[in-house]
């Protein structure tokens, strides 16, 4: 079983990207659970959303405590808040950010990757300038960078999920589908 | 076909393929996804259905059972203050026998305010006389929702399908929607016996003495037990036509089992890899989630547990100077048996708190620690 | 439905109260200690009589003038303390 936290501020949409992802893992016929961290939801509070993946039907119901890998789609969190908490060595942190991977030196031990998804949702107008939703764009990231699940079924997912602009939407994943760097220089 | 949907709009995906005729709701959180899906359906055309919008939850119970009583397929939703609200009517409901189905999502009662997950709003309506289905998955409570219908509409009784607050209402996960065709065979339209017919006037629920009174309650208990052997017909019946089965509980690895755990819902879902985990090590535990509570499947939990080494009992509630209700219930059905096992009742999860494997380890190791059990409820990370 | 109340044990009843017996079994003019009398003269018609009745024991005939049901009227007066035309009396009853 996979398990993947993401971290975001509300607004961003971090529960949808854990969704998206789930929907996406669903397509190619894969067991899903995703659940988000309910407290009281504010708009830029910071938001927990939770995935499990697996090859055989998901029972365990309670949060994700040890996380094999981290997504992060507000690079501020970082250091206001503990996010690698629980995880598991040798664990993923996909970090939304226009730094290199090397510059994040203090996740020592981990597998980090960066991709500025923000410039892409900017790009193709999703949210409002002051609060892109970079929710789509890191999803395609995540494709290239881990391979947890394909870019066909993301771009199926996005299609699904997305509310308005799917065709944006779309096209922020493909996108950074074909930018990301699969293999990134490790801290 | 598959989706990935939330357990709140599995329940409205189950009054859609059941075909509501009627729906009538007031939103509540964490309820509020399942109106919410059943108005666009309703909006959409997608479900031929009367939204009937109200002020109360009363309200809505009270639309609920005109709609019903009028022989309308009736469908609604609530949870905790709002399900608390609807308690006088939930009575009334019974004792005119209405075939209602009702969504609750377990939420803990206020105060304080609080929105997660907790079965004592349920539980406190057990004596309501409405049927009671806890359920563990995204896909059982849709399934349930068709269920309910086919046992509601044979006793003339109401269904609650019950579901836990985020954890079950806002996860996420695969479900099969089954065809709408299909589930039509399964569920033929209902045609109600005692309508409200203009044609063929009568009173309804008029004064009524003590001569016959006592006769009617007696009818209720008596549908009420035959429901117990309907649940598993129609539980076969939906196993046999869309793959899944259904029963009164759900037993895991108990068959050689000398330590027993019993749960609902989510809880006895995350017990499964505990269960799964110790039996490696080699420890003779087992699990029997407990599905339908009311009417309590008393004979069977008997023939499941006696004679066991011993029992555990974990409930997300609590009934105030006494114990959990399943614990309480479960220890009740086995008091004339011989070999009764003791029996260890935990409080677990209260307000929302998590129960992670490792709590429901815990539980399992300190019952097969102890010889007997030291008092009649123990409860699990109280902060001390 | 039948109007009075047939069934001997649980098996016979329906599943709720269900047209447990009508009113129209029970012969409530018996409980009567006044009866009302309208003197038609006085009478306008108005059919303020026949709305306030509470057992539904007053009807029109054909001229519109009330007409009392002794098989029902209880004899509470309040057709005699509504008329506004004081056309209803009240006698005792022999």
């Not at chain 1, 999803?139 to 699940?149: D, H, Q």
């Not at chain 2, 029997?288 to 009417?295: H, K, N």
């Not at chain 3, 303020?48 to 007409?67: A, H, T």
Request: hydrophobic letters at 40%; charged letters at 25%.
């Amino acid at each position: 079983m996979l398990e993947i936290r993401f971290h975001g501020r509300g607004g961003q949409g971090t529960v949808v990207a854990s969704k998206a992802l789930a929907f996406a893992v669903a397509r190619e016929g894969r067991f899903v659970q995703t659940f988000p961290e309910y407290g009281v939801e504010r708009r830029g509070a910071p938001v927990v959303a939770f995935t499990r993946i697996d090859d055989v039907p998901i029972y365990i119901r309670s949060k994700i405590y040890e996380p094999d890998h981290l997504v992060v789609l507000e690079p501020t969190l970082i250091g206001a808040i503990d996010v690698t908490e629980g995880l598991k060595p040798g664990g993923w942190i996909i970090i939304n950010s226009d730094k290199k991977a090397a510059e994040f030196g203090q996740f020592a031990g981990f597998k980090v990757a960066t991709f500025d998804a923000t410039s892409v949702a900017l790009k193709y107008r999703l949210g409002s300038s002051a609060a892109p939703i970079v929710n789509t764009a890191i999803l395609g990231a995540l494709s290239k960078i881990t391979g947890f699940v394909g870019i066909d079924a993301v771009r199926e997912a996005v299609r699904e999920i997305a509310p308005v602009k799917k065709d944006e939407n779309v096209k922020a994943a493909e996108e950074a589908y074909e930018k990301a760097e699969a293999e990134q220089e490790q801290s | 076909m598959q989706k990935v949907i939330m357990g709140n709009h599995a329940l409205s995906w189950g009054a859609l393929l059941s075909r509501a005729e009627v729906i009538a709701a007031y939103p509540i959180t964490p309820q509020t996804e399942v109106v919410e899906l059943l108005s666009n359906m309703c909006a959409d055309g997608d479900l031929d259905a009367q939204f009937i919008k109200v002020e109360s939850e009363h309200s809505a119970m009270a639309a609920s059972m005109g709609a019903s009583a009028a022989g309308a397929r009736t469908f609604t939703a609530t949870s905790a203050q709002g399900l608390a609200l609807m308690h006088e009517v939930l009575h009334w409901a019974t004792g005119a026998r209405l075939p209602i189905v009702m969504g609750n999502i377990n939420r803990a009662m206020a105060p304080p305010w609080t929105i997660w997950t907790e079965q004592t709003d349920s539980i406190s309506e057990r004596d309501t006389g409405w049927l009671q289905i806890y359920t563990s998955s995204i896909q059982e409570i849709l399934d349930s929702v068709i269920q309910a219908y086919k046992v509601a509409e044979q006793v003339y009784l109401p269904v609650m399908v019950v579901l836990d607050s985020f954890v079950l209402s806002h996860t996420n996960e695969n479900c099969d929607i089954p065809d709408q065709s299909k589930v039509d065979a399964y569920l033929p339209k209902f045609e109600n016996a005692y309508k409200l017919d203009v044609n063929k006037p009568a009173a309804y629920g008029g004064l009524t003495g003590p001569d016959w009174y006592y006769e009617l309650r007696y009818k209720i208990q008596k549908d009420t037990e035959r429901s117990l052997d309907l649940f598993v017909e129609t539980g076969k019946e939906f196993g046999e036509m869309f793959g899944r089965e259904y029963g009164l509980v759900e037993t895991y690895k108990l068959d050689d089992a000398d330590t027993v755990l019993v749960s609902s819902a989510s809880i006895a879902s995350t017990a499964r890899p505990v269960i799964d985990a110790m039996r490696e090590e080699g420890h003779k535990v087992g699990l029997i989630r407990v599905r339908v509570f009311r009417p309590f499947p008393s004979d069977l939990m008997r023939k499941l547990l006696e004679g066991r080494k011993k029992v555990l009992v974990v409930d997300r509630n609590i009934s105030f100077g006494m114990s959990g209700a399943f614990y309480e219930e479960t220890k009740a059905a086995l008091y004339n048996v011989k070999n009764s096992p003791p029996m260890w009742g935990y409080i677990a999860g209260l307000g929302g708190r998590d129960v992670p494997t490792n709590v429901v380890r815990d539980m399992i190791e300190q019952t097969m620690k102890e010889d007997h059990p030291s008092g009649d409820i123990i409860w699990i990370g109280v902060k001390k | 439905m039948s109007d009075e109340i047939k069934w001997k044990k649980e098996s016979d009843m329906p599943l709720m109260a269900m047209s447990m017996g009508r009113m129209t079994v029970n012969k409530t003019g018996s409980w009567r200690n006044l009866r009302p009398v309208i003197e038609k003269e006085k009478c306008i018609k108005c059919g303020i009589c026949w709305k306030f009745c509470p057992d539904v024991s007053i009807r029109l005939d054909e001229e519109d003038y009330p007409v009392v049901d002794l098989e029902f009227c209880k004899g509470c007066g309040i057709c005699a303390v509504e008329c506004p035309k004081d056309a209803i009396t009240m006698i005792k009853e022999e």
